[in-house]
């Protein structure tokens, strides 16, 4: 069939478009390839001329600079300074144990550090620089600068290392740093690049490990030329990482300093808290210990001296220690029939120095009894059978309740390490945790927060600080972030009586302020600053009826590890509480004879914001305060003194 011409001329302009997009794509095509090669030989022809001379361009992780953390005031508490190291990186050096052997030459190597870093180098990417030496002086430094044609993939660094001036003062709170592990890595669900690079420290303990995230900022990298014997040549281009954010924390340093001085030598904790806003003033565990040893690796022969210390200075006391509350946990008991309508202030019971109960005798503190006491004495001497009655009316229940309200067996949520919940016990937890009936026996001992109650120097402090103010206070940490000041947590009313409260305030305002108060001798004589307080002795072994039919054995008596602890809590001033304060000492004694001193200073001190005058002291005691601060071993105000950032 023959075409028509009006079908010829559709075909030929078909094919003309077509030739005309196919020569369109050819022509850009050529335009692309001509682009790409004009970029090589024209834009790109240094970094080529390099790679053509046997040199090469090699990315670095730069290591963030981590955040600095202060006190309320500014004075620094953990800080970085600089560190002069080496580092070997195996794509660079070709035969690493050759080079490392060469290095040993320059500088000073222990076989067990070249070892290390043999067993690094098979591990890590070869990409990866390992840290041959740290903390190294200025002339190893210049010398490994000297020698580097001779060590291939060698380099000399200057870089950040973590450091703790006021040592022991906050070894407990903000705890210290670490190279990071292979446990690190595993609990880590999308690591960090930079957390591969070796010797790369992360917080190991307390506020370094709780806030890390915040702390340890982000990454930065740079490009280097590196020679074909691994020499660096020159820094092409950096981009800078992000610095990890500052905290400002809650905590006085000059406070912090005092209370820890003052707990000496004691197995002990303290904990100073604002009533008002939750803040902790110090939060103090003794003994401490020297967290830099972490931070440069600590010897075996330290570890091993901390470790088997039976004061335990590795432990923060002050929110890890579960201790029985004592006579401190009589608050709780006392509000609880208050609040239940079974007991009045007013209301007496007879004291005859025991309190029979199914056959059995629970004695009182005092042998020979109180005779009839009501609430306020009660407290005020610390009459144990007045709770053993009181205790049986309301039962555990009501109490245990009470305790939760007033911030008992409760894990406060604070950056810190291994806090302790306590134990708040009732019927149903003895049901499900011993599988037994809840007996009156262990009500009469809970009453006076011994038996299973448990509670740590932080719980007790927000104890107090609920019943001075009236308001579910909690306690708070960290004051900022970067500088983003972080929220006060609202306080809401307990909901307890006014009334009921005051009634409690006033018992412990007897404790310290009337003669047959268990802590008169720890009064302040300044009446504007009085103290409200209430003493507590913990038993820690069980005293036979065999022993106790030929005397008791005094604490002086018995081996350090079998005396009772000794505890107390207060706030003050009374009548405008300002701040709430808890000091247990592990095996002390009596809370009154050893605990209340202590408080009664660190109060002072708080309130003063200094050394108070020794008029604030009775005044048969003033010669020995004046000989304690004399021993007292105290930071100069000058040796903490705000620092800004040290960049490398």
Same mark, same amino acid.
């Given at each position: 069939?023959?075409?028509?011409?009006?079908?010829?001329? @559709?075909?030929?302009? &078909?094919?003309?478009?077509?030739?005309?997009?196919?020569?369109?794509? !050819?022509?850009?095509?050529?335009?692309?390839?001509?682009?790409?090669?004009?970029?090589? !030989?024209?834009?790109?022809? @240094?970094?080529?001329?390099?790679?053509?001379?046997?040199?090469?361009?090699?990315?670095?992780?730069?290591?963030? @600079?981590?955040?600095?953390?202060?006190?309320?005031?500014?004075?620094?508490?953990?800080?970085?300074?600089?560190?002069?190291?080496?580092?070997?990186?195996?794509?660079?050096?070709?035969?690493?144990?050759?080079?490392?052997?060469?290095?040993?030459?320059?500088?000073?190597?222990?076989?067990?550090?070249?070892?290390?870093?043999?067993?690094?180098?098979?591990?890590?990417?070869?990409?990866?620089?390992?840290?041959?030496?740290?903390?190294?002086?200025?002339?190893?430094?210049? &010398?490994?600068?000297?020698?580097?044609?001779? %060590?291939?993939?060698?380099?000399?660094?200057?870089?950040?290392?973590? =450091?703790?001036?006021?040592?022991?003062?906050?070894?407990?709170?903000?705890?210290?740093?670490?190279?990071?592990?292979?446990?690190?890595?595993?609990?880590?669900?999308?690591?960090?690049?930079?957390?591969?690079?070796?010797?790369?420290?992360?917080?190991?303990?307390?506020?370094?490990?709780? *806030?890390?995230?915040?702390? +340890?900022?982000?990454?930065?990298?740079?490009?280097?030329?590196?020679?074909?014997?691994? +020499?660096?040549?020159?820094?092409?281009?950096?981009?800078?990482?992000?610095?990890?954010?500052?905290?400002?924390?809650?905590?006085? $340093?000059?406070?912090?300093?005092?209370?820890?001085?003052?707990?000496?030598?004691?197995?002990?904790?303290?904990?100073? *808290?604002?009533?008002?806003?939750?803040?902790?003033?110090?939060?103090?565990?003794?003994?401490?210990?020297?967290?830099?040893?972490?931070?440069?690796?600590?010897?075996?022969?330290?570890?091993?001296?901390?470790?088997?210390?039976?004061?335990?200075?590795?432990?923060?006391?002050?929110?890890?220690?579960?201790?029985?509350?004592?006579?401190?946990?009589?608050?709780?008991?006392?509000?609880?029939?208050?609040?239940?309508?079974?007991?009045?202030?007013?209301?007496?019971?007879?004291?005859?120095?025991?309190?029979?109960?199914?056959?059995? &005798?629970?004695?009182?503190?005092?042998?020979?009894? =109180?005779?009839?006491?009501?609430?306020? &004495?009660?407290? #005020?001497?610390?009459?144990?059978?007045?709770?053993?009655?009181?205790?049986?009316?309301?039962?555990?229940? #009501?109490?245990?309740?009470?305790?939760?309200?007033?911030?008992?067996?409760?894990? =406060?949520?604070?950056?810190?390490?291994?806090?302790?919940?306590?134990?708040?016990?009732?019927?149903?937890?003895?049901?499900?945790?011993?599988?037994?009936?809840?007996?009156?026996?262990?009500?009469?001992?809970?009453?006076?927060?011994?038996?299973?109650?448990?509670?740590? /120097?932080?719980?007790?402090?927000?104890?107090?600080?609920?019943?001075?103010?009236?308001?579910?206070?909690?306690?708070?940490?960290?004051?900022?972030?970067?500088?983003?000041?972080?929220?006060?947590?609202? $306080?809401?009313?307990?909901?307890?009586?006014?009334? =009921?409260?005051?009634?409690?305030?006033?018992?412990?305002?007897?404790?310290?302020?009337? !003669?047959?108060?268990?802590?008169?001798?720890?009064?302040?004589?300044?009446?504007?600053?009085?103290?409200?307080?209430?003493?507590?002795?913990?038993?820690?072994?069980?005293?036979?009826?065999?022993?106790?039919?030929?005397?008791?054995?005094?604490?002086?008596?018995?081996?350090?590890?079998?005396?009772?602890?000794?505890?107390?809590?207060?706030?003050?001033?009374?009548?405008?509480?300002?701040?709430?304060?808890?000091?247990?000492?592990?095996?002390?004694?009596?809370?009154?004879?050893?605990?209340?001193?202590?408080?009664?200073?660190?109060?002072?001190?708080?309130?003063?914001?200094?050394?108070? /005058?020794?008029?604030?002291?009775?005044?048969?005691?003033?010669?020995?305060? @004046?000989?304690?601060? +004399?021993? %007292?071993?105290?930071?100069?105000?000058?040796?903490?003194?705000?620092?800004?950032?040290?960049?490398?």
């Amino acid at each position: 069939m023959r075409r028509t011409a009006r079908d010829s001329d @559709e075909s030929a302009r &078909r094919i003309t478009r077509r030739a005309l997009f196919l020569g369109g794509a !050819q022509l850009a095509w050529i335009a692309v390839l001509g682009a790409r090669m004009r970029y090589m !030989q024209v834009d790109q022809a @240094e970094e080529f001329r390099l790679l053509a001379e046997e040199n090469r361009v090699a990315i670095r992780l730069i290591p963030p @600079e981590r955040g600095q953390i202060f006190d309320r005031n500014g004075v620094l508490i953990a800080g970085n300074e600089q560190n002069y190291r080496v580092v070997i990186t195996r794509e660079d050096a070709g035969d690493v144990e050759a080079v490392l052997d060469r290095l040993s030459k320059v500088i000073p190597l222990s076989p067990e550090d070249i070892e290390r870093t043999l067993r690094e180098v098979k591990r890590r990417s070869a990409f990866v620089p390992i840290v041959v030496a740290d903390r190294l002086s200025w002339e190893d430094l210049a &010398r490994v600068s000297v020698n580097a044609p001779a %060590l291939p993939g060698v380099t000399a660094e200057v870089g950040l290392s973590r =450091h703790y001036p006021l040592v022991e003062d906050f070894s407990h709170i903000v705890g210290y740093v670490g190279p990071v592990s292979e446990s690190d890595l595993a609990q880590i669900e999308n690591p960090d690049p930079v957390l591969q690079i070796p010797k790369f420290q992360i917080g190991k303990v307390g506020v370094e490990r709780r *806030m890390e995230d915040a702390l +340890r900022g982000s990454a930065g990298s740079r490009r280097i030329e590196v020679n074909s014997v691994g +020499r660096v040549m020159r820094e092409l281009g950096r981009q800078e990482g992000v610095a990890g954010a500052d905290l400002r924390l809650t905590i006085d $340093a000059g406070l912090q300093n005092y209370v820890q001085a003052r707990l000496g030598a004691e197995s002990a904790a303290a904990v100073v *808290m604002d009533v008002q806003t939750g803040d902790l003033l110090a939060i103090a565990s003794a003994p401490g210990y020297d967290p830099n040893l972490f931070v440069r690796g600590i010897s075996s022969t330290d570890y091993r001296a901390l470790m088997e210390n039976d004061h335990r200075p590795l432990s923060n006391k002050s929110v890890q220690g579960a201790y029985p509350p004592g006579s401190t946990y009589k608050m709780v008991t006392a509000l609880a029939a208050l609040e239940a309508g079974v007991i009045t202030p007013e209301t007496t019971v007879r004291c005859p120095g025991y309190y029979e109960s199914g056959g059995r &005798r629970f004695h009182c503190w005092r042998g020979g009894g =109180h005779g009839p006491v009501n609430l306020r &004495r009660s407290l #005020a001497e610390s009459c144990d059978v007045y709770y053993y009655d009181i205790a049986q009316r309301v039962g555990i229940d #009501a109490i245990a309740d009470m305790a939760a309200r007033l911030g008992l067996g409760q894990r =406060h949520d604070l950056p810190l390490s291994a806090i302790s919940e306590g134990l708040n016990p009732n019927k149903q937890w003895k049901l499900e945790r011993r599988g037994q009936e809840w007996r009156i026996g262990d009500t009469i001992n809970a009453s006076i927060g011994q038996g299973y109650v448990l509670t740590s /120097p932080l719980q007790l402090a927000v104890m107090t600080a609920r019943i001075a103010s009236g308001r579910a206070v909690v306690p708070r940490l960290v004051m900022a972030i970067g500088d983003q000041d972080q929220p006060v947590p609202e $306080a809401p009313p307990l909901g307890l009586s006014a009334a =009921h409260l005051a009634a409690i305030r006033d018992g412990m305002y007897a404790v310290m302020n009337i !003669q047959s108060g268990s802590a008169y001798s720890s009064r302040i004589e300044e009446p504007t600053m009085r103290l409200a307080g209430k003493t507590g002795t913990s038993q820690v072994r069980n005293i036979t009826a065999a022993e106790r039919a030929r005397g008791v054995l005094r604490n002086d008596q018995l081996p350090w590890n079998r005396r009772d602890h000794a505890l107390y809590v207060a706030f003050a001033p009374h009548d405008a509480p300002k701040i709430a304060v808890s000091v247990v000492v592990e095996h002390g004694g009596g809370g009154g004879a050893v605990a209340a001193p202590v408080a009664r200073d660190i109060v002072l001190q708080a309130l003063y914001g200094g050394l108070p /005058p020794l008029t604030a002291y009775p005044s048969s005691q003033r010669n020995r305060i @004046e000989s304690q601060r +004399r021993d %007292l071993r105290l930071r100069e105000p000058s040796a903490a003194a705000p620092q800004g950032r040290t960049r490398a």
